[in-house]
C-alpha cells in the first residue's frame, strides 16, 4: 500500500480503520464514522486518527490484488500455522452472498434463499473443530462449483510445508466428482466427500438391498461398502452407501390388477439413501460420523454472514470485496482465540461475547510517567467480565515473564497451543 499525497492517511490509519469497524460488527464502510470519536483504541494500535469511510474505501481501492492475496494469506496462515503441526482436518465449502446492485462478478446463479438475486461465491477453506478460518477466495455468482474452487485450492496447499498439510480432505456432494479426486491421489492427500445419487450411485445401491447386509452406523442410518468405478472414473473407489428408514407405503400394482384384500395389510419401507466416497481404510461407523462434523461449517458461515461482515462492505469492483472478506475473515479469528482464553472448552459467538467484552467505557490516564486505562464496565455481568480481563493479562504475564529467551513467534505458538490444548488430540480424523 503506497500514498503518493502528502495529505494522505497513513497505513496504520486506514488498516487500524478497517480492523475496528470490524471487530465493532460493522457491515459498510459508511459504518466507520461511529468511529471517529474513539479516543482510546486508536492510540493503542498506534494510529494518529481514524479515518473517513473515503479514505478507507479509496484506500482498499488502490491496493494491488495480487500483493494483497500473497500479504493477507502470509499473515492468515501465521496466525494459526503452530495449529498445523498437528494431524488436522480440512473442510471445504461455499457460500453465496446476495448482491443488491449492479456489481463485479454480481451473477444470478445458484441462490437457495433468495432465487433470482444476483450473488457473489465466497470459496472457505476452514480448519475442522477449530472454526478458523485459513483463506477465502470471493468469486463471482456462478462460480460456486468445485471446479471454480480447485484452481486455487490446489496453489494454496502448493503454498504450504508438507508437515502443515492436513491429514483429510472433507466436502460434500459438490466435490464427489473424478477432477477433484485426481489430484489429492496422486499426492497421497486423503479425502472424504459425499456423492450425488446419479445413476450409477442408485444402481449400487439396489445391488446392496439384494444382499441385506446392513449394519447400524448411528443415528439412525445403516451402511454397507462396495467399490464403484462410475462412467468417466479412472478406476475404482470406496464408496459407502447409507440409508435411513423415513416410512412405509402401499405396494405398487399394475393399472388392470385388482388390489386382494390382504394386499392392504402389506406395506413397503421407504428409505432416504446418501453415498460416501473416500480414500481411507476406517471403519464405516467412523467415517460416517466423521462426514456428519462437517456440519459445522455451517455455524461458521452463519456467524460470518450475519453477526461479522460477511454480509457488507459491498464495492463496485471484486477486488475489494475480496480484500475485505480475508481482512474480516483474520479479525474474527483474532476474536475467536482471545475468546478462547476465558473458556476454552467452547466457541462463544460474536452475538454474545462482543456485547460482553467490547461495550465498556475506557479512559486514559497520564500519572507519573505511565499510561492507564480505567474501564468501566455496564454489562450486568461486570464482575464475569472482569475475571476475563484479569485472566487474560495474567497469561500474557506468564508467557512474557517465564519465557523470557522466547521469541514472540515462539511465545505466540505456546498460547495457541494452551488455548486448544484440551481438542488438538482430536483434530486428526479416527
Not at 500474557?396 to 488438538?424: D, M, N, P, V, Y
Amino acid at each position: 500500500m503506497f500514498f503518493k499525497s502528502p495529505n494522505a492517511p497513513r497505513k496504520e490509519d486506514v488498516l487500524g480503520t478497517a480492523m475496528l469497524s470490524i471487530l465493532a460488527g460493522h457491515t459498510r464502510y459508511a459504518h466507520a464514522t461511529a468511529l471517529r470519536g474513539d479516543a482510546v483504541n486508536p492510540g493503542l494500535l498506534g494510529m494518529s486518527k481514524v479515518v473517513s469511510e473515503d479514505s478507507l474505501r479509496r484506500a482498499m481501492q488502490s491496493l494491488d490484488p495480487d500483493a494483497a492475496r500473497v500479504w493477507q494469506q502470509a499473515f492468515m496462515l501465521k496466525t494459526v500455522s503452530p495449529l498445523l503441526e498437528f494431524p488436522w482436518v480440512l473442510d471445504l465449502d461455499v457460500t453465496v452472498k446476495p448482491i443488491y446492485g449492479h456489481q463485479e462478478g454480481a451473477v444470478v446463479s445458484y441462490n437457495p434463499h433468495k432465487p433470482g438475486r444476483p450473488s457473489h461465491s465466497f470459496h472457505t477453506y476452514m480448519i475442522a473443530k477449530l472454526r478458523l478460518v485459513l483463506d477465502v477466495e470471493v468469486q463471482a455468482g456462478d462460480c460456486h462449483t468445485s471446479a471454480h474452487m480447485r484452481p486455487g485450492l490446489w496453489s494454496f496447499l502448493g503454498m504450504l510445508d508438507r508437515n502443515f498439510w492436513p491429514a483429510l480432505l472433507r466436502g460434500d456432494c459438490g466435490f464427489g466428482n473424478e477432477e477433484t479426486m485426481v489430484w489429492p491421489e496422486e499426492h497421497g492427500l486423503p479425502y472424504l466427500f459425499k456423492l450425488r445419487m446419479t445413476k450409477g450411485v442408485s444402481a449400487a445401491a439396489r445391488q446392496l438391498e439384494q444382499r441385506d447386509k446392513w449394519r447400524a452406523v448411528g443415528d439412525g442410518w445403516e451402511g454397507q461398502e462396495t467399490t464403484v468405478c462410475l462412467q468417466g472414473w479412472r478406476k475404482s473407489r470406496r464408496v459407502i452407501l447409507l440409508r435411513h428408514f423415513i416410512g412405509s407405503q402401499k405396494p405398487k400394482l399394475p393399472d388392470d390388477q385388482m388390489p386382494l384384500p390382504f394386499c392392504e395389510l402389506l406395506s413397503e419401507p421407504v428409505y432416504e439413501y446418501a453415498a460416501l466416497i473416500t480414500s481411507l481404510d476406517t471403519p464405516s461407523e467412523g467415517m460416517v460420523q466423521l462426514y456428519r462434523d462437517r456440519a459445522d461449517a455451517e455455524n461458521m458461515f452463519d456467524e460470518l454472514k450475519n453477526q461479522w461482515g460477511w454480509s457488507g462492505y459491498v464495492t463496485k469492483d471484486l477486488n475489494r470485496c475480496q480484500i475485505m472478506a480475508r481482512m474480516i475473515a483474520q479479525v474474527y479469528n483474532w476474536w475467536h482465540l482471545f475468546v478462547r482464553m476465558a473458556d476454552r472448552h467452547h466457541h462463544r459467538e460474536a452475538i454474545t461475547s462482543r456485547p460482553l467484552l467490547l461495550f465498556s467505557i475506557a479512559r486514559k490516564i497520564r500519572t507519573s510517567g505511565q499510561v492507564l486505562l480505567r474501564i468501566t464496565h455496564l454489562h450486568p455481568k461486570a464482575e464475569r467480565i472482569q475475571s476475563f480481563f484479569e485472566m487474560a493479562a495474567n497469561i500474557w504475564k506468564e508467557l512474557k515473564q517465564g519465557a523470557e529467551q522466547l521469541t514472540s513467534w515462539e511465545r505466540w505458538r505456546r498460547l495457541l497451543r494452551l488455548i486448544f490444548a484440551h481438542c488438538i488430540p482430536s483434530l486428526a480424523p479416527a
